[in-house]
């Protein structure tokens, strides 16, 4: 009786024990909701929006000439005057000569070309007027005398040959004359090339004559550097040439001039590569209308890129790489759901370009930055859940 007693107390517990079980297991949460449930740290990702997808790189650079020539006399003599002291502006006015050689000689050759020339049209004018006019008439004579046989052919024949040879000596006479008219005009050109006039209005850089020197012809007098404008060359690395904005202009910000910002142009850009940088040369053009800019002037180069191929009035968000989730055909992100980032949702990101920078860019399904990168963000981005607790565990 007592074994029967302990047998059906034993099967009563094992009764209990497996219906407390079974209920136990009816009220185990899924995987899903678990994950729902838990807390999850998060590192803020620093993002930025791109309106039109762009964006800038500051390169450092210096100011250079664009144009920088000799000055120099084109004939030899006696330097009379030099108005380019080192640091002075010229122009290209006549009236302001940048220097002067002496001209008396110059003028004396002049003097004796048009003497020449006056004598050679002299000259012309006797063999036109005088020996031509006698001969033809005499020629008209004998035609009408042999027409009435009074003088034989060849006397006729004799007064055709002087009109040739009268004809002969004007054209001899007329060469002469182009003869002295082109030694005149060498020698006003000789003259007119004892003076230097600047080409542009630009700086001197370099004195190299002083008065009373002897030049000769080509022997340069002092440098100017072209000032109206002046150029940056900045060195772009080769990963962003795609995405060089040139229809967007440049700014220039000169630190040696107070740090003045002036807006530029691309001139040029990847004429040349420099393979142990691998950067690219981008030369920007800049106004100097004040002449308050010099070559050497250290300056900022901002240049424009658009990123991720964006269309007109298309925002581009930049962030980490690690912020993306990609799962099979789908890339998610994770954004704050409100202002007090306290929770976190998925949200869909249409990539555009992952760089080699580590940073992804895409189109956002949401308002805009921050994004986070969650613990396990591969795992939740399985799970439907409108909103995902998170803590902060980095500062944004």
Not at 56 to 72: G, H, K, M, Q, Y
Request: aromatic share 4%; charged share 25%; proline share 6%.
């Amino acid at each position: 009786m007592a074994k029967r007693r302990a047998a059906g107390l034993c099967l009563a517990l094992c009764v209990a024990a497996t219906a407390c079980t079974a209920e136990s297991r009816g009220a185990q949460p899924d995987a899903a909701e678990t994950a729902a449930r838990r807390t999850y740290p998060v590192r803020w990702a620093a993002a930025r929006a791109l309106e039109d997808g762009r964006d800038f790189i500051d390169l450092e650079a210096l100011l250079n000439a664009p144009t920088r020539v000799p000055l120099s006399f084109k004939v030899a003599g006696r330097v009379e005057a030099l108005d380019c002291e080192e640091g002075s502006y010229v122009d290209p006015d006549p009236a302001r000569p940048v220097g002067r050689l002496e001209r008396r000689d110059y003028e004396l050759a002049k003097a004796a070309a048009e003497a020449t020339l006056r004598r050679a049209q002299a000259a012309y004018g006797r063999a036109r007027r005088v020996g031509m006019t006698h001969a033809e008439r005499e020629l008209e004579r004998g035609r009408r005398v042999a027409e009435a046989g009074v003088i034989p052919e060849r006397d006729l024949q004799g007064l055709e040959t002087q009109v040739d040879d009268m004809r002969a000596q004007a054209g001899e006479a007329a060469a002469a004359v182009a003869q002295a008219e082109a030694l005149v005009a060498q020698a006003e050109q000789a003259l007119a090339d004892t003076v230097i006039v600047a080409p542009f209005h630009g700086l001197v850089v370099k004195r190299m004559a002083e008065a009373g020197q002897l030049v000769g012809p080509g022997t340069p007098a002092c440098v100017v550097e072209r000032t109206d404008e002046l150029d940056a060359v900045a060195s772009l690395p080769g990963n962003l040439l795609a995405v060089l904005a040139r229809d967007l202009a440049p700014t220039v910000t000169v630190h040696d001039a107070g740090g003045v910002t002036l807006e530029g142009r691309i001139e040029a850009a990847a004429w040349a590569g420099d393979p142990q940088t691998g950067t690219f040369p981008v030369k920007v053009r800049v106004a100097n209308t004040e002449d308050r800019l010099r070559s050497g002037m250290r300056v900022t180069v901002r240049l424009w890129l658009r990123r991720g191929g964006a269309a007109a009035g298309e925002t581009i968000h930049e962030f980490p790489l690690e912020a993306v989730v990609e799962i099979g055909d789908r890339t998610f992100a994770f954004a704050p759901v409100d202002g007090a980032r306290t929770t976190v949702r998925r949200v869909p990101v249409a990539v555009r370009e992952l760089g080699r920078d580590g940073l992804a860019r895409a189109v956002v399904d949401f308002p805009g930055p921050p994004l986070v990168v969650v613990e396990g963000q591969y795992s939740l981005a399985e799970i439907d859940a409108e909103a995902l607790p998170v803590r902060e565990v980095a500062p944004p």
